[in-house]
């Protein structure tokens, strides 16, 4: 025979059993049809191809050359097409332009050697010596390497005798060991205790040597100090300092 307590504790089981089914019909009655519960949280989200419109979930309306997007609650035109209200209307191509790669494919680019000038691709004049680019910001051309540009030109570059074109092609720079000098490279002339320094155009002196005008000259080090980083001056010593070029007790 069950007793008094236990006989309640089964009846309050039931009855919490009863509250749990009837909040599970409750919430899937709240649950409107094409929808369902949704991830990330309380409430619910329609399922794919349906949007929700006055608390429920109607289908979406995707018009012809369209489909719908990632999400699943909007369309896209397809390729070749722009939206237009509710519909993808065509794009309409002027002659020597293609559908370009941006934008889903909803506009257009001029080909090479044509540039866009009110809705129509027009063809650009390219000088002698130069390219057709598709730089939409710009003339539509560049220079060949070797040439430079002057007005609507480009003219060819005089390179001087220990000199290279640069990595563009429309300056030169002297070679390592040589310096400009107006439009020719003259070589660095490199006096003792001295080497070419990073940039090949000059020249630096060794540790323990100054510059002192086109020569290098020994440094002459005081009692309790050392050469620096550079090698090229000196400092005291820890707990000395300097004092009219000597290094004197703190």
């Known amino acids: 025979m069950l007793t008094l307590t236990r006989a309640a504790a089964i009846a309050s089981l039931g009855l919490a059993m009863l509250c749990a089914v009837a909040q599970a019909q409750q919430t899937a009655s709240a649950i409107p049809k094409n929808a369902q519960a949704s991830a990330y949280g309380k409430g619910w989200e329609c399922s ?10 109607e289908p979406v309306a995707v018009p012809s050359h369209a489909y719908l997007d990632s999400f699943g609650d909007t369309w896209n035109c397809e390729r070749g097409y722009h939206r ?22 909803s506009g257009w680019q001029c080909q090479r050697a044509y540039r866009e000038s009110n809705g129509e691709c027009v063809q650009i004049s390219v000088p002698r010596n130069a390219y057709a680019t598709n730089e939409a910001f710009s003339s539509g051309w560049n220079c060949e390497r070797g040439f430079y540009r002057q007005s609507e030109s480009c003219i060819a570059l005089v390179v001087p005798a220990n000199a290279f074109l640069n990595h563009v092609g429309d300056a030169w720079t002297c ?4 310096r400009q000098k107006g439009d020719s490279c003259i ?4 006096p003792d205790g001295a080497y070419l320094d990073a940039q ?9 040597l100054r510059q002192q005008d086109a ?20 400092t005291c010593n820890d707990g000395f300092q300097k004092r009219r070029g000597s290094c004197v007790l703190n």
């Open 84 to 105: 237009d209200r509710d519909m993808c209307v065509a794009l309409i191509l002027p002659a020597h332009a293609f559908i370009d790669g941006s934008s889903y494919g």
């Open 215 to 234: 020569a290098c000259v020994s440094m002459l080090v005081p009692l309790n100090a050392h050469l620096d980083s550079s090698g090229n001056e000196w």
């Open 48 to 57: 794919r191809g349906f949007e929700q419109r006055d608390g429920a979930c």
């Open 200 to 208: 090949g155009n000059g020249w630096s002196c060794e540790r323990g």
């Open 175 to 178: 070679e390592r060991g040589f």
């Open 187 to 190: 070589a660095v002339i490199i």
